[in-house]
């Protein structure tokens, strides 16, 4: 069982990993958000094992972050 969620951890800590390094990497804005949006997906791995509600966690903030990057900090500019 405990094999089960080391594993999990891995292979999270892997995607968030890929996904730092092309976000910042990158120059132009679309890998940058293709970047982001690997590190919300080993955000949603990461969490899935805890059950339903941390899934809705990782999506809620996945998408505050996503608006405070497009919406937010884009008008403060």
């Known amino acids: 069982m405990s094999e089960h969620y080391?594993?999990?951890a891995i292979i999270a800590a892997l995607i968030v990993v890929a996904g730092l390094y092309v976000k910042n990497k990158s120059e132009?804005?679309?890998y940058q958000n293709i970047?982001?949006?690997i590190i919300v997906i080993g955000a949603i791995v990461a969490l899935s094992s805890f059950g339903k509600a941390a899934i809705a966690i990782a999506l809620f903030?996945?998408?505050i972050y996503y608006a405070y990057e497009?919406?937010?900090k884009r008008?403060?500019?």
């Open 70 to 72: 497009n919406y937010i």
């Open 28 to 30: 132009k804005k679309v």
């Open 6 to 8: 080391f594993i999990s």
């Open 35 to 37: 970047g982001i949006g």
């Open 61 to 63: 903030g996945g998408i």
């Open 75 to 77: 008008e403060q500019v």
